[in-house]
């Protein structure tokens, strides 16, 4: 049975960094995208960013491009997602998804991946 487990979430000031992981257990997915997605209260599910198996592309939202860094560390079946200079406005649960049905292509930006974990809340204060 697949997991996928979020840590690293917490409070922060605005203008800090934090640093989430993923770990992912019960299959490898060294060859699969896997990506960051992040809801608010009261708002869709937004994607954060995504990175293609084995590290050979990676995607990002427009609104953390410049201030987040997705990374992997297949060894360990786990994604990284770095953020810095975090804003309120990034404040939201943030989730961890594994593995989108058909492979990297425009649509790692929609929330259709085979595999989610709980989340973590991330909170920035100003």
């Known amino acids: 049975q697949v997991h996928l487990v979020e840590s690293g979430g917490g409070l922060v000031q605005a203008g800090g960094s934090l640093r989430l992981s993923c770990a992912a257990s019960g299959r490898s997915f060294s060859t699969n995208a896997m990506g960051w997605f992040r809801q608010a209260p009261g708002k869709e599910r937004e994607f954060v960013a995504a990175i293609a198996g084995r590290s050979v592309n990676t995607v990002y939202a427009d609104s953390v491009k410049g201030r987040s860094t997705i990374s992997r560390d297949d060894a360990k079946n786990t994604v990284y997602l770095h953020m810095n200079s975090l804003k309120p406005e990034d404040t939201a649960v943030y989730y961890c998804?594994?593995?989108?049905?058909?492979?990297?292509?425009?649509?790692?930006?929609?929330?259709?991946?085979?595999?989610w974990g709980q989340g973590t809340q991330v909170t920035v204060s100003s």
């Open positions: 998804a594994a593995d989108p049905p058909r492979g990297w292509g425009p649509w790692v930006h929609t929330p259709t991946y085979n595999h």
